[in-house]
């Protein structure tokens, strides 16, 4: 298959990419390295694929690239780029934020309906939940989102929808419960408690740190995109978690434990558009996907500290 990832330079597109080459697909990867996180690690991320023959590299924006040629040769669509963050999402950020997550998923949504693709999956977040009414939540479980992050990423995931229904195209679209492992973007808790713990430094808790998260590893959620696109049925919307809830402070604990240090905590206020928590009800990824998570907390968490060890 030939397989078009964007936001490839990125902390799951560019694993996903290699997986994809992994298997002997081609793989055609667009990123435009927005500012925010450092481009010198993104363009690390990108090192083990640009040494395949079967890669092929576009620098550029999505919502000015002109998409018509680039899908028209490509089987399946991983549309992992977006404008990330939650508390970042705010104020005058929103409008990036709008463009980033709901017009450039549009524009390839458009590009998508002249194309003839086996399948288009779209990266959506459990953020689209906020305070769920029930936990484990299902895809049943009316989306009510507290943070304008959440609110775009449910508007292209309705946006993929609508294509599927009004236009055939194969989409499918992936709620991404707390995805963590190598690669870790620089801003999410777990690069940063693991930075902190080794460095002796503080690590900031919003709230009292008895929040809980589905934790989902990297490679799992790897699995999904590919097992979605192999047999995904269109217009699904499916859970992807990791089935390993746990708490802020039971996570640290277990940090401290692989790292053999203790941290050193600073609780402050809970920060708006945060969940209180997520549990990820998985029983139709198990159905339509095969899906079953594979790397539990310990392991994910000993295998991403390992990789900001550089080891």
């Known amino acids: 298959m030939r397989a078009l990832v964007t936001g490839v330079a990125g902390f799951i597109g560019s694993t ?28 690390a991320n990108l090192e083990t694929a640009r040494c395949h023959d079967s890669f092929k590299f576009i620098e550029g924006d999505l919502l000015h690239l002109d998409l018509a040629p680039i899908m028209g040769n ?20 929103f409008e990036v934020y709008s463009k980033d997550n709901i017009v450039a998923t549009q524009r390839l949504l458009e590009a998508a309906k002249d194309a003839r693709l086996q399948k288009f999956v ?10 769920a009414e029930t936990y484990p939540t299902s895809e049943a479980v ?29 989409t499918v679209s992936l709620r991404y419960f707390t995805v963590y492992g190598p690669r870790q973007r620089p801003d999410m808790a777990f690069n940063k408690f693991i930075k902190a713990i080794l460095s002796g430094d503080q690590i900031d808790v919003y709230g009292d740190g008895e929040q809980t998260r ?14 979605a696109a192999e047999s995904g049925p269109g217009g699904a919307i499916i859970n992807i978690g990791g089935g390993s809830r746990m708490s802020v402070n039971q996570t640290i604990a277990v940090l401290e434990e692989i790292i053999g240090k203790k941290a050193k905590m600073n609780y402050q206020d809970a920060q708006v558009g945060d969940a209180r928590h997520t549990a990820a009800d998985i029983s139709l990824a198990q159905k ?24």
């Open 16 to 43: 996903l990419a290699e997986r994809l080459l992994s298997q002997g697909h081609e793989v055609v990867g667009i990123d435009c390295f927005t500012d925010y996180y450092p481009r010198p690690i993104k363009e």
């Open 74 to 93: 490509v089987d399946w669509v991983f549309h992992e780029a977006a404008q990330a963050g939650v508390r970042a999402s705010w104020g005058s950020s």
């Open 122 to 131: 779209y990266a959506s977040s459990s953020s689209i939940y906020g305070e």
């Open 142 to 170: 009316t989306p009510r989102p507290i943070s304008p992050y959440g609110i775009t990423k449910l508007a292209a995931e309705q946006l993929c929808y609508l294509y599927w229904r009004s236009f055939g195209v194969p």
């Open 214 to 227: 589905d934790f989902t590893f990297v490679y799992d959620a790897v699995s999904a995109n590919i097992a």
């Open 288 to 311: 339509l996907l095969g899906y079953h998570p594979t790397v539990r907390l310990r392991e994910g968490l000993e295998k991403e500290t390992l990789w900001l060890q550089g080891l």
